[in-house]
Nanobody, 124 residues
């Protein structure tokens, strides 16, 4: 069973950048499709980005495409999310998730393991 721990969140001004990390332990991260989700105040958890097992394919929500970039370093068992050109509407708790499935799934129900989340707050 894999454990996921996010880090790198914080308070940033609109237009700024952050880099989130997700460290996996208890298993090889290369076994899993991995993704980022977020949950804003009063909102449901939503898909942000997903990356395949070896990091060569990825998919993004339309709201973050061209601003965020997902990547992974399998030897380090770590996944990243680079957040650029941040907007106030990006304010949310960001969660990493791991799926033992074969597809770049967008639904929360497709993911078997979740981290505890890291808060990103964008001030305008």
């Amino acid at each position: 069973q894999v454990q996921l721990v996010e880090s790198g969140g914080g308070l940033v001004q609109a237009g700024g950048s952050l880099r989130l990390s997700c460290a996996a332990s208890g298993g090889r991260s290369s076994t899993y499709v991995m993704a980022w989700f977020r949950q804003g105040p009063g909102k449901e958890r939503e898909f942000v980005a997903v990356i395949g097992r070896i990091g060569t394919v990825a998919n993004y929500a339309s709201s973050v495409k061209d601003r965020f970039m997902i990547s992974r370093d399998n030897p380090k068992n770590t996944m990243y999310l680079q957040l650029n050109s941040l907007k106030s509407e990006d304010t949310a708790v960001y969660y990493c998730a791991a799926s033992s499935g074969d597809t770049l799934a967008l639904a929360t129900a497709s993911y078997d393991y979740w981290g505890q989340g890291t808060q990103v707050t964008v001030s305008s």
